[in-house]
């Protein structure tokens, strides 16, 4: 999907299933991503549209922001599950300011 979305050259890289033991709600994926990236928990910030990328992001010490176009979890339940912020889909995070101030 990269190329057809043109924003691989945005990217400082990429963490797919086969570079993790176990996925989400496991904390494979972001304890990988921290590792590649040679950065702390309590500075990155995750996005995802499940509770359980909530949920795993925050096992990690990652704060997690959340969109609904998912389509299977409500606002309420993705802010239960510990999401900082909750936006409708990814342009009305950006049009909110995303990530400034979270």
């Known amino acids: 999907m990269l190329p057809r979305l043109r924003g691989a050259d945005a990217l400082a890289g990429v963490i797919t299933s086969h570079d993790v033991a176990t996925a989400k709600p496991a904390v494979d994926v972001f304890a990988v991503a921290l590792e590649r990236?040679?950065?702390?928990?309590?500075?990155a910030l995750?996005?995802?549209?499940?509770?359980w990328d909530v949920e795993a992001a925050s096992r990690t010490g990652v704060r997690?922001?959340?969109?609904?176009?998912?389509?299977?979890?409500s606002e309420a339940e993705l802010r239960a599950a510990g999401a900082v912020a909750v936006y409708a889909d990814c342009a009305a995070a950006l049009a909110a300011g995303f990530p400034h101030g979270l």
């Open 37 to 43: 990236a040679g950065v702390a928990p309590a500075a």
């Open 46 to 51: 995750a996005v995802g549209d499940t509770v």
């Open 64 to 73: 997690c922001a959340a969109v609904l176009t998912g389509g299977a979890y």
